[in-house]
């Protein structure tokens, strides 16, 4: 009997259980997505700040859902590897709908915010726990919720202790992995092993390289805006070579 090959949720919960740490470029339009995908990643992730960026708006919300999710939906039928979607706190958007309009644009996991996106204050944990048990609840096992903390980001008095509260309350809830955005490298293996599920670190220009950030504990590594940051400098500087009469099309 031919056994069926695992769809892109269960290929994407598996790339977290590897070795070596899984390492997520964090992608922005369909052209990123088959450049990394070409270049041998088994997953991608999008940046919701990037995607901001190419479509015209400024991060934290701003971007219309329909775009963003339509976004979503280009960059995973552009490629054959898993697709996780950072969708902010969800637009507003109930439970429910983040679910449906994930699963229609074809993504195998999402990141979702702990943080208010109106006042830039973390949500109590209890609320975004329930808010979460909701959207777990909904994909019923068919995407793979990637907890943001922001802990660190905005500065609690105690982020270590506040974050491993949060994501034992979020591991409870049905979270499939965490994001401590900001944590240094040396609380990821504190925070995985005190909550239980893998761990997303942050890779930032001059800090520890994915293969480091996995020896610290790290299960899987993004990076945010940076790679498209690194692209629309490199586009800038052909911009100003070719304004100068210096480059050739």
């Known amino acids: 009997m031919t056994v069926p090959a695992p769809g892109p949720v269960e290929a ?10 899984l390492v ?5 339009d369909a052209v990123s997505a088959r ?3 070409g270049a041998g990643f088994p997953a991608l992730a999008t940046s919701s700040s990037a995607v901001a960026a190419a479509l015209g708006y400024a991060d934290g919300e701003t971007t219309p859902a329909d775009e963003m999710f339509a976004a979503v939906a280009r960059i995973a039928r552009s490629v054959d590897v898993p697709v996780t979607a950072d969708v902010e706190r969800g637009y507003g958007l109930a439970p429910a709908e983040i679910v449906r309009r994930l699963l229609e644009a074809g993504a195998a996991g999402c990141n979702l915010e702990d943080s208010d ?3 830039r204050e973390p949500v109590g944990p209890e ?3 329930e808010w979460l048990a909701e959207v777990c609840a909904e994909a019923d ?4 919720v990637n907890a943001r903390i922001d802990t660190y980001l905005r500065g609690a008095p105690d982020p270590l202790a506040a974050a ?5 309350l979020y591991a409870a809830a049905g979270a499939g ?4 955005i900001c944590a240094p490298p040396e609380h990821l293996s504190v925070l995985a092993s005190e909550t239980g599920l893998p761990v997303n670190a942050l890779c930032v220009p001059g800090g520890p390289s994915p293969a480091e950030l996995g020896a610290l504990g790290a299960a899987r590594v993004t990076f945010g805006g940076s790679l498209h940051a690194r692209s629309a400098a490199a586009l800038a500087r052909t911009a100003a070579e070719l304004r100068a009469g210096r480059g050739c099309l």
Request: aromatic fraction near 10%.
């Open 12 to 21: 994407f919960r598996a790339l977290h259980r590897a070795p070596e740490p």
């Open 24 to 28: 997520l470029p964090n992608v922005w």
């Open 35 to 37: 450049a990394f995908a």
């Open 117 to 119: 996106p109106a006042t």
């Open 127 to 129: 609320r975004q726990a």
């Open 141 to 144: 096992g068919r995407l793979l």
């Open 164 to 168: 491993v509260e949060r994501g034992r």
């Open 177 to 180: 992995c965490l994001y401590p």
